[in-house]
């Protein structure tokens, strides 16, 4: 059983910086796949951006590209969510969500069994 925690959300103008904090407790990383998403009011929970632990291969989705930044902490068990040059569009409870898929990763929500609580992230205009 893995239990994340997150952390790092809040509100930051247009062209703001924010880092978000996914921790883990129960088991490492070592072996899983960590996926982040958001969801905005009566949207679908949408893929943003993975990272495979063994290996540090990560990937992003076109809407955050070149703009948020998948890192890790091997000592803390901790990925972090770097994401710069923020847009209103980028509004959204964020969540950090994990399995064990073997140095895969999945864009669907539904492939992941453990998720973070979210952390809310407003952009002003």
């Known amino acids: 059983q893995v239990q994340l925690v997150e952390s790092g959300g809040g509100l930051v103008q247009a062209g703001g910086s924010l880092r978000l904090s996914c921790a883990a407790s129960g088991r490492t990383f070592s072996s899983y796949a960590v996926g982040w998403f958001r969801q905005a009011p009566g949207k679908e929970r949408e893929f943003i951006a993975a990272f495979v632990w063994s290996g540090g291969l990560t990937y992003y989705a076109d809407s955050v590209k070149g703009r948020f930044t998948i890192s890790r902490d091997n000592a803390k068990n901790t990925v972090y969510l770097q994401m710069n040059s923020l847009k209103p569009e980028d509004t959204a409870v964020y969540y950090c969500?994990?399995?064990?898929?073997?140095?895969?990763?999945?864009?669907?929500?539904?492939?992941?069994?453990?998720w973070g609580q979210g952390t809310q992230v407003t952009v002003s205009s």
């Open positions: 969500a994990a399995d064990s898929f073997r140095g895969q990763f999945y864009t669907a929500y539904s492939q992941y069994r453990y």
